[in-house]
């Protein structure tokens, strides 16, 4: 049965009648009848039939109406306040909701901040971010080009950057770039894919680039519009000569005798641009002579490789106070030769533990 047909029909009924019921002793006490006349069918018949005054009638009536009308105002009353909990409660819901996406997402943003990974941070200088169509020997390739300054966070060391992807897929020639820590690095991307992008000439390409660093991680740079230079000059390739990339983790300077300077430490090297191991055999210092025999590696293409490096020379008089720059220029077997970018060296601060003569 209808709930509503119930609540507005079936109970008033139910609820008239016990009224009625209730009202005839009432009407058997206003009429001086017995009540034990009233139990009988005649009595019944008798105070049914018995005159009453019209104001009798009209008092019952309203009477009975008055309690109906209460009862049918406390079923409204009862059905908004179950209507009106029941909208409390889908707001809780939603508001319960809301607060634990926020407590995620700050989470998220906290245990972002509190990672001690290195982080990558830039921003692209909008007016010099643009694609174009070019070529790799008969094929058409696509060239990204842009231009951004990068920093870095979470790190004391060289970040360099030695592959780019669009969409999951890898640069074939992306120009490697290396972020010093601590610095606002103005830098140039780019990527040059063949067989070229699928994008429509002349319109933009809306992209996020991802890099990958020397030890494998990768980082998101932001999103950006990278403008179309359909039917423009295209600028040249770059070259793929090998290079040789090192990150310093550990290093520091020393005198080993009055007129001998020991570089020692220890760092990462990724070598590019090869297609085969490269044995090393040898180093050079800019502007100075090596005076020591140098302990050789052998590097595989692309593949981080971590060592010890010690390098003894001559020639140089750096000052106690002052950080000693050089630069290194690695020789493999067959005489060709690698250089790594300047680098300064500070005085260690126990040389004695290096083989060096103490302070």
């Known amino acids: 049965m ?75 009353r009862a059905e908004e306040e179950k209507a009106h909990v029941a909208l409390l409660r889908d707001d809780a819901g939603i508001f319960q909701d809301q607060i634990k996406r926020i407590r995620r997402d700050h989470q998220t943003e906290l245990a972002a901040l509190k990672s001690k990974e290195p982080k990558l941070h830039g921003v692209w200088i909008p007016t010099q971010t643009y694609w174009a169509l070019g070529g790799h020997g008969n094929q058409p390739a696509t060239q990204v080009v842009g231009w951004m300054d990068l920093t870095s966070s979470n790190t004391k060391e060289n970040i360099i950057l030695l592959a780019g992807y669009i969409n999951g897929r890898r640069a074939q020639i992306f120009s490697n770039l290396t972020i010093k820590p601590g610095f606002v690095n103005k830098s140039q991307v780019f990527l040059f894919f063949w067989p070229p992008l699928e994008v429509k000439n002349g319109e933009p390409l809306e992209t996020t680039i991802v890099v990958e660093d020397q030890f494998n991680r990768k980082y998101e740079l932001p999103h950006q519009a990278f403008h179309s230079t359909a039917g423009q000059q295209q600028f040249p390739v770059p070259t793929d000569e090998p290079k040789l990339h090192l990150a310093w983790r550990f290093v520091g300077w020393c005198w080993t005798d009055v007129d001998e300077v020991m570089i020692t430490g220890d760092g990462t090297l990724v070598l590019d641009n090869v297609k085969e191991d490269i044995m090393f055999t040898g180093v050079k210092v800019e502007g100075a002579e090596v005076s020591d025999v140098f302990d050789g590696f052998t590097l595989k293409p692309s593949e981080p490789y971590f060592t010890g490096i010690s390098v003894k020379f001559k020639g140089m008089k750096p000052k106690d106070d002052v950080p000693l720059k050089a630069k290194l220029t690695f020789v493999d077997l067959r005489g060709n030769k690698y250089p790594v970018d300047e680098y300064e060296f500070r005085l260690l601060e126990h040389p004695e533990n290096f083989g060096g003569i103490p302070f």
């Open 2 to 76: 209808n709930q509503k047909f119930v609540n507005e029909w079936v109970k008033p009924g139910v609820l008239g009648t016990i009224i009625m019921l209730a009202g005839i002793p009432i009407t058997a006490w206003a009429l001086n009848q017995p009540m034990r006349s009233v139990l009988t069918f005649a009595g019944l018949k008798n105070l049914w039939f018995a005159p009453v005054s019209a104001w009798t009638v009209l008092f019952a009536i309203l009477a009975v109406g008055f309690v109906a009308f209460l009862y049918r105002n406390a079923l409204a």
